[in-house]
């Protein structure tokens, strides 16, 4: 018993450390205005070539993000001009935050059909 309560803890605690926070992540989608584009729940962008982000998976946002602040140069990076510079302004834990927020959002996500 002692082990399941130890094995617990551990989990317990890297996921605190992992992971984003939701309350941060929207105050970080409201201070870099991530509703300019992408819309003001996050589901509606203002150009249907942008994503809609509301209820994507947390770690493809991070990777996306992560993607477009390597830009072209680095591996696995990805080049958008707008995103790029959007994304060189956030801290690594801004980032997750975001994810997490964004993830935890209602969205029109369809995963099957």
């Known amino acids: 018993m002692k082990k399941i309560l130890a094995i617990t803890a551990v989990l317990v605690s890297f996921n605190a ?7 941060a992540g929207k105050a970080a989608a409201e201070k870099f205005n991530c509703a300019a584009c992408h819309g003001k729940d996050f589901n509606s962008p203002i ?5 809609k982000l509301a209820g994507q ?10 993607a477009y602040q390597r830009g072209t140069d680095g591996a696995n990076g990805r080049g958008n001009a707008i995103m790029g510079g959007q994304a060189k302004a956030l ?9 997490a927020y964004l993830h ?7 995963l099957r059909k």
């Open 57 to 66: 998976h947390e770690d493809y946002l991070t990777h996306a993000l992560i």
């Open 104 to 110: 935890s959002l209602p969205g029109s996500l369809v």
């Open 47 to 51: 150009d249907p070539s942008y994503p």
């Open 17 to 23: 450390f992992a992971g984003g926070n939701v309350e």
């Open 91 to 99: 801290s690594h834990q801004n980032i997750l935050d975001i994810a």
